[in-house]
C-alpha cells in the first residue's frame, strides 16, 4: 500500500516570498491533517479536512495560510508572504475516518527554511 | 484542555538494556493516549496506542505502555533496545469524542550506545 506523499521534500524561500505544499493522502482515506512542527518541539495541527470540508482550522494563522482540498483527495498547503518564524517541517497525514483514535498515517514531510 | 508532558528531552541507553521514556498527560476527559517514532528523513509511525480498553497496551517492535489513571501516566517501555530504536519519540493524546484530534508532546530523542 503506497503511503501518504508529499512534495517537495524541501523548499528555502526569502521571507515575504509565496510557498506552496502538495500532500496525496493514502488512496480512500476520508480525513486529511496537515502539521507543523518546528525545531525541538512536537507537530501542531494546522487543519483537518473531511472530504473536501474542513472540521478544524482553529490553529492555522488564516491572514497568512492557506488550505484546500478541492476533489476530496489531494490537498494543497500555501504560505503567503512568508515570514522567518514560518520555518518547519510540514506534515501532511491522512486516516480512513475521523474518528477517535483512527491510525493517522503520516508523509515524510516538507522542509521549509525562510530567509 | 489536553497536554502531554514528556519528562525526559533526551535518554540515552546501552544496546540490550532496557528503555524507559516518560510521559504525563492532562485531560479532563476520557483520553486516548498514543506513542509515535519518528526516524530522520522518515515519517512518524504509530507504536502503539491506548483507547480505554486494556491499560497494558503491546506495540510493534516490542516496546509496551501502562496507562496509569491515578498517575495520569503513559510510559513506553522496551525490555531490551536495539540501535534501530534509536529516534525520537512523542507521546500523543487525543480527547474521546474530539474527531481524533492530536496533541504531541515535545518529544525525547532516544539514543542507543554500542
Known amino acids: 500500500e503506497a503511503g501518504v506523499a508529499q512534495s517537495p521534500r524541501y523548499k528555502i524561500i526569502e521571507k515575504r516570498q509565496s510557498v506552496a505544499f502538495w500532500c496525496n493522502p493514502i488512496?480512500?482515506?476520508?480525513?486529511l491533517y496537515w502539521y507543523q512542527q518546528i525545531l525541538g518541539q512536537g507537530p501542531k495541527l494546522l487543519i483537518q479536512?473531511?472530504?473536501?470540508?474542513?472540521?478544524?482550522d482553529s490553529q492555522l494563522p488564516k491572514d497568512r495560510f492557506s488550505a484546500e482540498r478541492l476533489k476530496g483527495v489531494d490537498s494543497t498547503l500555501k504560505i503567503q508572504p512568508a515570514k522567518l518564524e514560518d520555518s518547519a517541517v510540514y506534515l501532511c497525514?491522512?486516516?480512513?475516518?475521523?474518528?477517535?483514535?483512527?491510525?493517522?498515517?503520516f508523509g515524510p514531510g516538507t522542509r521549509l527554511t525562510v530567509l | 484542555a489536553q497536554s502531554v508532558t514528556q519528562l525526559d528531552s533526551h535518554v540515552s541507553v546501552s544496546e540490550g538494556t532496557p528503555v524507559l521514556l516518560r510521559c504525563n498527560y492532562s485531560s479532563s476527559y476520557s483520553p486516548s493516549l498514543f506513542w509515535y517514532v519518528q526516524h530522520p528523513n522518515k515519517g512518524l509511525q504509530l507504536l502503539l496506542k491506548?483507547?480505554?480498553?486494556?491499560?497494558l497496551v503491546k506495540g510493534i517492535n516490542g516496546f509496551e505502555a501502562e496507562f496509569k489513571k491515578s498517575e495520569t501516566s503513559f510510559h513506553l517501555t522496551k525490555p531490551s533496545a536495539h540501535m534501530s530504536d534509536a529516534a525520537e519519540y512523542f507521546c500523543v493524546v487525543s480527547l474521546t469524542g474530539g474527531g481524533n484530534k492530536l496533541t504531541f508532546g515535545t518529544g525525547t530523542q532516544l539514543k542507543v550506545e554500542l
Open positions: 479536512f473531511q472530504n473536501n470540508g474542513v472540521v478544524d
Open positions: 497525514a491522512s486516516s480512513l475516518e475521523p474518528g477517535d483514535a483512527n491510525e493517522q498515517f
Open positions: 488512496s480512500g482515506h476520508a480525513t
Open positions: 491506548y483507547t480505554s480498553a486494556a491499560t
